[in-house]
């Protein structure tokens, strides 16, 4: 039998950006992007509506801090999982992933494609998806 599609919300305010996550979530059928906006308001309406099991955001929005936006989705029921994209996942966006208790952390780079895919079936299966050089950050995370 076959599993229900991974319900997932894009928040990303680059086209660019969001066209190659849309297409990268569009290719498997085990995740459906159920809505992709541009800015942390719109994110929060959306996610509201449509209650997605994982919200995938961008750390630098135009619109609302990123720690106000977890902080309002985490009031929600179900509460989603959340993968934060970007460009470099230093020692800031570290203690905020830890903060926050992030599910995932995926770079934007040329690898979005497979990363993404890889992270939401880590989080499909329960675990957390986190970059190599973050060793320690949970014992059931898988190294990107």
Known sequence: MRENPLNV????PHTWWREIVATSIARW????LVSAVASGMEGIERAMALQPAVVVFDFHLPDLDTADL??????????????????????????FADQFGLAGVVRKNTRVPEHLPAAL???????SYLPN???????????A
């Open 121 to 127: 079936g880590e989080i499909r299966a329960g675990r």
């Open 9 to 12: 919300l894009l928040i990303e």
């Open 133 to 143: 050089e973050w060793q320690g950050a949970l014992a059931t995370s898988h190294r």
């Open 29 to 32: 059928p085990e995740y459906r």
């Open 70 to 95: 977890v902080g309002a989705l985490q009031t929600l029921a179900p509460v989603p999982r959340f993968v934060l994209l970007t460009a470099e996942p230093d020692e800031a966006i570290h203690r």
